[in-house]
């Protein structure tokens, strides 16, 4: 079972096992911190209870902080329940391999006290308060280059299975070719309708690509263009592509009336 929550300090395993690695080559420092302290004559830092602080420990570490799949349970549960409690408990003294004090949430299947960024959804130590949910392309194929006519996406799901979130995500996207990127969405450039030398911006500018949403379970793109009997505007036949970032923020508890 993954820890999901946590609140306090949060220890850089990957930092530890650096310097387990110093005590093991005999660094002073280092060997002051997990070689010398013994807890039942067993030294900190000997994650694999052979009696020495060695590489096979450093490595031990570094497997926890990376994939702890390939640690001894025994191992696990010493680095959980008894190396990483003493350094949390002296956190002055082993500073250097604490990230801070806060408050961590870990994504489903991810234990947050080994995640790394991507499989955090809340780090309380980062400005941001929105932190990224997925991101992804979708394509949209306009069929005429000359009729009005609506185009769109295959749906985009929010969560793999296809159910609701509680919430909308907000997502940012852009319309990309091999050179450029417009922000979505797009309007029209002003036209001149009447063919009488002004832009008419106000009567003829309408959303030529545009995102569409249904609820807090999926949203698609769409092209919008427009034959006015003397014109075609709006996006050529072709296959347009776009790319799209969702973020966590929009969480809220309020209803909707
Ligand atoms: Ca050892």
Redesign the pocket.
Known sequence: MANRVLLGKKIDWDATAIGILGAAVGYTLETSLFTTPTINNR?L??????????I??AI?ANKYANDPSLNTQAEIDYIEQVLGPYMVTNSSTYSAYIVGDGLWVSKAGADVLRADDYDLLFDSTRAEAGLQFSAGSATVTVTSSTATGTYYSNWIYFNGDQSALNYTPVVFANRVTSSQYFKVPELTSAVDSYNDGSLKTAAWQFHRTYMEFLDNIRFRFVIRNFYTGSGFFGLTAGTYTFKYITLTAGGSTVTAA
């Open positions: 030294s830092g000997d994650i694999n209870n052979d009696g020495n602080v060695n096979t420990d031990a």
